[in-house]
């Protein structure tokens, strides 16, 4: 069952009604100023970090669903109602939700009153703006009242759920003309403050809470609105809130527009007041000058669009398929964005309380994401390899404020230094800038203990080296890429972390993913070294991945796959000896992508095995059989129920490991059969079991086991993103940045007739058409540059700033 | 304007309306398992620790307010309705809410069909008991269908609303019967989960939240109940519910009752499962056989009627006022046991998340509990002992399940040791007790560093004399008794706890509240030593109080005040010479208590000043005046807006501070009257104003400088419960514990008639009659016991077991 459709003109998913299975949400913000925005106009904003900055309250799992965001309450008459149809709830006779890239629009109409709701977060401005145009469909002149609401959270969103009897205490506001200022803990330490206004006088406003829903009301039935009457409430302690009155008269076909900023404001220490005890309002001033017309918001609209259409712009697609086309050209890299901007800490599953920039979840969303904005992810490698210690071993997040390793979450996790070095290589090909090896970059962000970029990577590499187990394959540490695989942790006490448990270190545990990773990035990162003049080093690098794959197939083959570790006692864990957790993806998909044992036919044996034994119609599991009972020597992983997160069910994530290992095989139907089956536009139709966006990638599907197989959690900010791009566009496609220019190399099903790639590529644009007249799955056959046959299917640097054809004709 | 009413003979709060100004609760449980519950039926239940063992979910600051608790609707044709009001708030005909000790009581009806809720936890059982009562008023028969509901919390309230991405996946139930089983995370490294049953058969059951409401539906409107038909929905993962679906069918007049237990069970580790996968439910099964029967259920309530009759029998009191007869026999006490076990943890506005058991917080409460229970008092001192250190410095709080200091709360409070003492001495003079003090007791829960309970108090009196400043003042760490005075911390971080910023000790910032108490209880320390036998060290103790009282009147003393502190930099605070916060109540209270420079008339004078500055129609604020901007040196008492919490807000925990110095002037007026202003029974009439509680203390009530003036924050849990008591009890009706028997020293207004007090004491009954036929303030002309003629005013220590009249005649 389909709750919308995409309008892949606009490059907007289209909600059709307002009570989507889940609510369906989109992201404002590109820099520094974020929101999340649902179809029904609920969500939150935050400036720069979501737990200690955030401007909104939000109440995550809430009761009602979703409950809080920026509202706009209609009083036409006695008639209560809201355009994003929440939270009144009245039934609107007209419905539309679009999200379009970095903005949404809320189109409805009840009773001849047409509302639209713009809301976007400008480039180069830390606010949201929503315009909200009203227009009077109906024969007769309306009398409306509009009511915007906004709920201020005291910026620490953990402290602002927990620490009442202080909170209740200190929220403070000013309202000046239309401009209603939260200014909760201005007086002390902050120097920053929240501005929500609008562009038109107002009749009154309410700032507290309760003076303006009622005590015992929700946000359906605020007092205020059913009385048709502003409070004109100013907060002192208790729960601040924005909201304006606003008259409004329409005669019959008239149309009017109000321009509501919501936004974040900081003044110099020594700039603090205006008055004694009155905040500058200056930096809001100016802030709101700049949406005060319908035409400014208009050009700064347009602005937004373009930044997206040249961002876009790199990478293109057209086939025949058009749900793969607007997954590849619009959505799936718009997915990459958000994931570099949020890394996994606010979405509508990521509370934003926990979780800062993960070291390897930043690191692996550069993949997706290095070809749009190289510069900002040359910044995001430069900040995450500063998190490095010296011995290579890294934290496993940092704080986005401060940029600094965060202890409370834990380290040990030992492929997080591999994921480094996957990144810069992502870089490398992408750009050509070698220079990035040379930047200067300090451990543990102290500045006296810098080195090169290439010696970070050198303790990357290295740390897995100096960290191998009995069988010589890599410790795992207190985890691998899979965080839930904790075999050093024997956790006993109910409710502790698997994240900071004691990782009681065995020096016995391994990691046959981690090998598979080292070997799968050894030669790019032997390239890298030998372009760098280190010849020798990179023979060494060479061989250490050849001992590494002889490891694995002596010690790591099961027989039918890939084992995927020695537990802390020497146990093999994924192999058909076990009694559950027989079969892992995670080695299937990273030691086939590495090719390890290619010649004995390894690699295509494993996935086979996968489709054997842990493909459904929904995604790839993750591990057959589920785990039954909690597994101390196993930890996180045995603690879910079956089917579900690691235990069973379907990890979007690595999914694409296995679609790229087919690739590899020259499987290219089954590589795009499992592509297709995670791709959230193959899934708009069976939204009802689906139930998150159909336009983005969830990080998790509930496997077979699970009584709720085939629903999806945790939505957006996942992995899968980066990685589910990084394999149709480079593998399926085959569009793949190499260090010395684009390879041609796709592999795709043999009905594909072929399709066209557009893509901007170190200062050049390369509209590349892929023909399949033999209708084979993989191969070049031909290729021309310009009208001009070239040899093999790498295409030179052109950097020449134009456009040049490329014809591939596979065979 | 009024919400209700005291029903003195029920010993009851009898609400008369739903919608009261703030919900207004009690608490269940006196042992292990605890419930908070509001009017409508609001709150959430625990077991022992309101953060890690969560029953069920709640919560805080929500939209509505005080939505969530154990719900029962009633679906009378097509009309539903809950017996609470909320959550769907269809307007009762008749509403009354009876708040008793233990136990709430809501009877309502509506469309001739009377409900009637008895909530309570029975002594010795870990659960809530619901009896639900239903009767046809009406002359025709009525089929009803009852359904309950309550929203299970994943055991861990702060991961509970922060980790979604997890908990999401981890919900798991049992449905046998009628009792529904929320096993979430049993699988693994839990051993307990929650039951809930019905001693009936049902027609059905929901334990999925969204099947029972609906995706956007509140609990005003779940789906379930309006469609009159259970889901039989069972929950996987997203948040487990229990709801019970029951049809009743009720003849004109008939009445029936259904018995509802929400419990907590745990397990043997290796009992945990009947068969692969199923819970053992034999202790579920033992706990629901004992409430099986409205017999079961009338007896177990009779008990819990009986146990806080024998409590409250151990002081009662009969004046000509009932509002103080109230407050001093149930309101006072029945509070003092709630802080006695929450400390400071689990309220409406204390979340249960951040906050263990207080140090100082716990021993203060022993002042008004200490007659109550003696041996748990006893228990509750051995326990908060062994978190101290060798230095005598103590952990700020520490954490109730494991009872280890919590050393995330921060130290350095250098009056934390001294109330150690101070409850020491009380158990001493309640129970002559002497045993206590050679308690084996370790330092920091280290059983290795165990020395003698008295040796911890010598600690804590050293740890005083081993931290003076310049002017041999005590230092005050990080803060003293106000931990919002902050004077070696100069927090400039946005957000940062001053509990736990960085303590710059400066070895300069001296508080002269810690002197007073330091000379308070130096007579009675020493006293306990002399007792001992440490003749030589007793009198050690009273010169360095002598020397201590010196210091203070030399650099103290402010002119017509005592001074509050000297900051870091050796500047006065709480000085006629200071700006904004020139006099500070605490130091008037506890110096003023101490008697220092009683010679020269320096207690009168500071109470004179309090009266002059500080005083106001609802209370005595805590400093004046108060700061209107963040002072650096002061740290958080300056962060909050003027009026509000310990920044000029009438902080009702010190006032008492102040009556009691004022009977030691022998002012019983004024004593009383400050006793009066604060006394929730006293505020009855200005609900609407003061909003919490009339039965109970709040922490906080608005000061003057604040835009609301007058109303309460932070009810029930405040060491102004225990102080008022200990005021109250033992200086205005001057029924006071000494160590060799009861002294009877009352000091009243001169229009104070006389009263009775009953007390248990020591193994015997007293029941005095204090007579005051001139209208005296002060002073016991002549005593009899038991009709014979006693010398001065203390009682000997009968210990027989009897009842003993005694008449107190003042003049």
């Known amino acids: 069952m389909k709750f919308g459709y995409f ?97 949404t629009v809320i189109e409805s109409e009840r009773n001849q009153l047409a509302a639209r709701q713009l809301s976007f977060v400008p480039i180069g401005a830390d606010c949201e703006v929503h315009r909200v145009t009203l227009k009077n469909q109906s024969g007769a002149a309306k009398e409306i009242k509009l009511f915007s609401f906004v709920e201020f959270c005291a910026w620490n969103a953990y402290d602002d ?55 015992y009301n929700g946000f359906d039935r605020p007092d205020v609105v059913f009385n048709g009457k502003p409070g004109n409430s100013v907060a002192s302690g208790w729960s601040p809130v924005g909201s304006h009155c606003l008259g409004v008269t329409l005669a019959p076909g008239e149309e009017k527009s109000y321009i509501f900023v919501l936004g974040y404001c ?119 390899a500063a998190t490095q210690m010296e011995d290579g071993s890294a934290y496993h997040q940092y704080q986005p404020l401060t940029k600094r390793g965060n202890m409370e979450v834990g380290s040990g996790f030992n492929d997080d230094p591999l994921w480094l ?173 590495a090719g390890i044992g290619m010649e004995k036919g390894l690699p295509e044996r494993a996935l086979d095995s996968v489709k054997e034994h842990l493909d459904t119609k929904y995604g790839i599991v993750l591990n057959w059989p589920s785990y039954t009972t909690y597994r101390l020597n196993l930890g996180e992983i045995s603690s879910y129920p079956p089917g579900y997160k690691e235990n069973g069910g379907i990890f979007c994530h690595n999914n694409p490991w296995i679609s790229i290992a087919e690739t590899m095989a020259g499987h290219g139907e089954r590589a795009f059969e499992v592509y297709r089956r995670t791709c959230p536009a193959y899934l708009e139709d069976i939204s009802e079991i689906h139930r998150t966006e159909p336009y983005v990638y969830a990080q998790m599907i509930a496997g077979r086991d699970a009584p709720r197989f085939g629903e999806a959690k945790n939505s957006w900010l996942t992995g899968t993103a980066a990685w589910t791009f990084y394999d149709v566009s480079q593998f399926i496609l085959g569009i793949r940045p190499q260090f010395d220019g684009l390879q041609i190399d796709p592999c795709v099903p043999s009905w594909f007739k072929g399709f066209t790639v557009t893509r901007r590529f170190r200062g050049a644009e390369y509209v590349i058409e892929v023909r399949n007249p033999d209708g084979v799955e993989k191969g070049i056959k031909t290729m021309t540059l310009d009208g001009t046959p070239i040899m093999g299917n790498l295409l030179p640097d052109c950097a020449d700033g134009k456009t040049h054809r490329v014809v591939a004709v596979m065979g």
């Open 421 to 593: 070095i996957f990144g810069v290589t992502a870089y490398l090909k992408e750009t050509g800038d070698w220079s990035v090896l040379k930047e200067s970059v300090p451990f543990d962000n102290d500045e006296k203990k810098s080195v090169s970029l290439l010696e970070h990577l050198r303790r990357s590499f290295g740390h897995v080296l100096h960290n191998l187990g009995p069988h010589g394959l890599p410790l795992i540490g207190r985890a691998d890429w899979n965080d839930c695989l904790n075999l050093n942790c024997f956790s006993k006490k109910p409710g502790e972390s698997f994240q900071t448990a004691e990782n009681m270190e065995s020096g016995v545990a391994e990691s046959v993913f981690i090998a598979g990773m080292f070997v799968y990035i050894a030669p790019s990162y032997a390239e890298i070294l030998r372009r760098g003049g280190f010849a020798s080093e990179a023979e060494a690098v060479l061989k250490a991945a050849k001992n590494m794959e002889q490891a694995v197939i002596r010690y790591g083959w099961d027989g039918e796959w890939y084992l995927r570790a020695y537990d802390a006692m020497g146990n093999k864990v994924g192999s058909r000896e076990c009694e559950e957790g027989k079969l892992f993806i995670e080695p299937q998909g990273f030691c086939a992508m």
């Open 161 to 215: 759920m927990t620490n009442f009897q202080r909170n209740f205490n200190t929220g403070e506001v000013e309202i000046d003309g239309s401009a209603i200022y939260h200014k909760t803990e201005y007086r002390e330490r902050r120097n920053h403050y929240a501005v929500f206004s609008v562009n038109a006088p107002i009749q009154g406003y309410d700032t507290d809470r309760e003076s303006f829903l009622g005590l």
């Open 7 to 103: 309008d892949d003109v606009q490059r907007e998913y289209v909600i059709e009604r307002p009570d989507t299975p889940y609510p369906w949400i989109n992201y404002l913000g590109n820099e520094q100023f974020f929101s999340l925005i649902s179809n029904t106009s609920g969500g939150y904003c935050f400036y720069r970090d979501a737990r200690l900055m955030r401007l909104t309250r939000y109440r995550y799992n809430s009761v009602p669903t979703d409950a809080g965001g920026r509202y706009f309450y209609l009083r036409d008459g006695d008639d209560v109602w809201n355009p994003g149809w929440a939270p009144v709830k009245a039934k609107p006779d007209r419905y539309r939700c679009r999200h379009g890239l970095g903005y």
């Open 266 to 384: 900081e003044n110099p220490e020594d700039q603090k007041w205006e008055a004694p005890g009155v905040i500058n309002k200056e930096p809001a001033r100016r802030l709101l000058d700049r949406f005060r017309t319908d035409r400014q918001v208009e050009s700064a609209f347009d602005e937004l669009k373009n930044y997206w259409q040249g961002l876009l712009s790199r990478f293109c697609l057209q086939s025949e398929d058009p749900k793969l086309d607007r997954m590849v050209s619009v959505w799936n890299q718009y997915q990459c964005m958000v994931t570099f901007n949020m890394s996994r800490s606010a979405s509508y599953f990521e509370s934003g309380i926990g979780r800062g920039m993960g070291f390897r979840d930043s690191t692996q969303d550069l993949l997706g994401f290095v070809h749009l904005i190289p510069s900002r992810a040359k910044a995001r490698i430069l900040d995450i």
